[in-house]
C-alpha cells in the first residue's frame, strides 16, 4: 500500500509522518521502519521495548516485509494477515476473505508532548472485515467461464476465483495554528468574562446583602473598590 504521492515534488506527501502498525491483541502500536532521513521518522534504530511491523528487506522470507520507502509503504500479505490475526485455513482458502486496512492520520495526538509542537504520524490497524451479527467474515470469491482454447469442445467450465481482498478505510485528524480564530476565542472570553463581572458586583453583592450570614462579602466587595481601606467608624 503507497502513500499519497506528488509526481512533482518526487516524494509522499506524508513524507514527515512516522508510521506505525497496530497488531491484534498488542497495546503497543509497533513502528514501521523507514529509508527515509527525515525529522520526526524513525529509522533503523530503534529505543528499548520497541517493535518493528516486520523486516525492511524485501528478499526477507515468510512475507514478513513491513517498510516505508520515499515513494509509500510496502506490505507483505503475510504482515498484513499477521497484524489481523488471520490464519489461512482451509475454509478461508475455499471462500476467501476480506481485510479492512483502518488508516488514522493526526498531527496533533502527541503536541503537549516534548517538544511540544504538531508531529504527524499515522497508524495502520489491518482487521478481518465482518459484515454480520454472527462475526462471519464475507467470502471474497466469483465465478467465471473458461474454455479450452486447445480443445475442439467447445463446452465451458465454471472456475471459482478465490483471494483475499484488501480494502482501505482513512480518518484524519489534523491541526493547524489559525491566528484570527485564536483572536475570535480571545475576544469572546474576555466578553464572557465581563458580562460575569458586572453580574456578581452589581447583582449578587447586593442580593449577599440580604442575608444576615452574607453582608460581610458586600462589605469586602466596598472595601476592595478602595486602594486605601476606609476608617473604621465608616465600616458599619
Not at 458580562?195 to 462589605?219: P, R
Request: charged residues 20%; neutral net charge; hydrophobic residues 40%.
Amino acid at each position: 500500500m503507497a502513500r499519497a504521492h506528488d509526481p512533482l515534488r518526487g516524494d509522499s506527501l506524508s513524507l514527515q509522518a512516522q508510521g506505525y502498525m497496530r497488531f491484534e491483541g498488542e497495546d503497543q502500536l509497533r513502528i514501521i521502519p523507514t529509508t527515509v532521513v527525515a525529522p520526526g521518522r524513525v529509522g533503523q534504530t530503534l529505543l528499548e521495548g520497541q517493535q518493528t511491523c516486520g523486516s525492511s528487506d524485501p528478499s526477507f522470507p515468510e512475507g514478513s516485509v513491513c517498510i516505508s520507502a520515499k515513494l509509500g509503504d510496502y506490505y507483505s500479505v503475510g504482515t498484513l494477515l499477521k497484524a489481523a490475526n488471520v490464519t489461512l485455513t482451509e475454509r478461508l482458502r475455499m471462500i476467501g476473505t476480506l481485510i479492512t486496512l483502518d488508516i488514522y492520520m493526526t498531527n496533533i495526538d502527541d503536541f503537549w508532548k516534548w517538544p511540544i509542537g504538531f508531529k504527524p504520524k499515522y497508524i495502520v490497524t489491518p482487521r478481518l472485515a465482518k459484515y454480520s451479527d454472527t462475526g462471519v467474515p464475507p467470502p471474497e470469491y466469483f465465478d467465471r467461464m473458461v474454455f479450452d482454447v486447445n480443445s475442439t469442445n467447445t463446452a465451458s467450465r465454471t472456475q471459482r476465483v478465490v483471494g483475499i481482498r484488501f480494502t482501505t478505510q482513512v480518518t484524519t485528524h489534523m491541526g493547524t495554528i489559525d491566528i484570527i480564530g485564536a483572536l475570535s476565542h480571545l475576544a469572546i472570553v474576555s466578553v464572557v468574562f465581563g458580562i460575569a463581572k458586572a453580574f456578581i458586583t452589581n447583582f449578587l453583592t447586593l442580593v449577599y446583602q440580604q442575608f444576615e450570614s452574607l453582608k460581610h462579602i458586600h462589605t469586602l466587595r466596598e472595601v476592595s473598590q478602595y486602594q486605601e481601606s476606609v476608617a473604621e467608624e465608616h465600616i458599619k
